[in-house]
């Protein structure tokens, strides 16, 4: 069978493929009102394309805990029960056409209130729906971003409460599994990173501070999450700094603790945490760093980074590189690409194909 088609299973979830969706923003959802935050007809049609393509497993975009963790005002939420019953004409429909319905925990941190990206993307305040951004210190993103607050002890504790209500409501909306945002420069990666994290309390300095936060985090998810469902951990495994910040070292070491702590794949990325810093991209450019956690540790890894052609994704799986492969961008371009890349391996490469759609094979 090819590596790509064979079926995945984690706990009690079986995922039908290795071809898989990262959590990619629309920036769709009302920014305020009864519907803020709640997925629309934008959303269940862009992920509709995508399992009706073959998809294995989607993991929604980055949806945020409470509304001052939205990236932009116009992000997706899942801190009250209307977005919870909006959620749920989704993953009914993923699950009816065996694609395995997922959604990607958030908190923007210090990146938080901006605009749209089309509209520049840049700090928006409250005469465009924005807010004040919190963070473990207060160090601005770059020089166009505010100053966040600090948030105190008590407010970290809240936060990580948010992240556990979140997870019950995502269960209630349907999800099998649930993955929790440490990437890109968001808050959990702020208090990763001694690039972002300067503070002298036990959330900052040593490696075992920095990382408090993210475990507490996890512990709560995990507690509320059932036992039978898998939990994922995004991280950025390089901030790309030459010093001073987060590096693929400490993401083996991490891999081990998020491990002993329940997860049950890390889903590696790089990147976001430091402005202004050269990022050498290119075809599969962050592949080593899922590859070094995979050949280091026992925890299964999901790959990322500009992964696109079927001969590509297959090596990825058939070298142990990965346990599946992320598409982003391409699926954005080719929401059938699962489909098509069953064609083009042949042989036993099976997808699911909807009835409506049986002529086109």
């Known amino acids: 069978m090819s590596a790509l088609f064979e079926p995945y299973t984690l706990r009690d979830v079986t995922i039908p493929n290795r071809v898989w969706m990262p959590p990619m923003c629309q920036y769709s959802a009302a920014p305020e009102g009864p519907d803020a935050g709640a997925p629309t007809d934008w959303h269940f049609a862009h992920y509709a394309a995508r399992t009706a393509g073959g998809t294995g ?84 993103f770059d020089e166009r971003h505010p100053v966040p607050t600090e948030l105190t002890l008590a407010q970290i504790q809240e936060v990580v409460g948010q992240f556990a209500d979140a997870a019950r409501r995502a269960l209630d909306a349907g999800f099998e599994i649930a993955e929790i945002h440490g990437a890109h420069g968001y808050l959990i990666g702020n208090f990763l990173s001694p690039h972002s994290n300067h503070r002298t309390d036990a959330y900052g300095g040593s490696y075992e501070n920095r990382t408090r936060f993210a475990l507490e985090v996890v512990d709560a998810v995990r507690e509320v999450w059932p036992d039978d469902k898998p939990l994922f951990f995004r ?117 699911h194909v909807p009835d409506q759609y049986h002529r086109s094979v």
């Open 57 to 140: 497993l989607i993991i929604v975009e980055a949806t945020a805990v409470r509304p001052e963790g939205r990236i932009t005002p116009y992000d997706l939420g899942i801190w009250n029960d209307t977005q919870v019953e909006a959620f749920r004409r989704i993953t009914r429909f993923l699950s009816d056409q065996g694609t395995i319905p997922a959604v990607q925990l958030a908190h923007a941190g210090r990146k938080a209130s901006t605009d749209q990206p089309w509209k520049g993307g840049a700090p928006v305040g409250p005469d465009a729906h924005g807010w004040q951004p919190v963070a473990p210190s207060p160090l601005a």
């Open 235 to 351: 991280i950025s495994a390089t901030d790309w700094l030459q010093k001073g910040g987060w590096t693929p070292d400490d993401t083996v070491r991490f891999a081990r603790d998020l491990q002993a702590h329940g997860i049950d794949l890390l889903d590696v990325s790089s990147g976001g945490n430091a402005s202004g810093v050269h990022i050498p991209t290119g075809p599969g450019y962050q592949v080593p760093f899922a590859a070094r956690v995979k050949a280091e540790t026992t925890l299964p890894v999901a790959a990322v980074g500009l992964i696109t052609e079927v001969e590509q994704a297959e090596k990825i799986l058939a070298n142990d590189e990965a346990d599946a492969v992320l598409l982003g961008r391409e699926l954005l371009r080719n929401p059938s690409w699962a489909r098509l890349a069953a064609r083009e391996l042949g042989g036993d490469a099976q997808v």
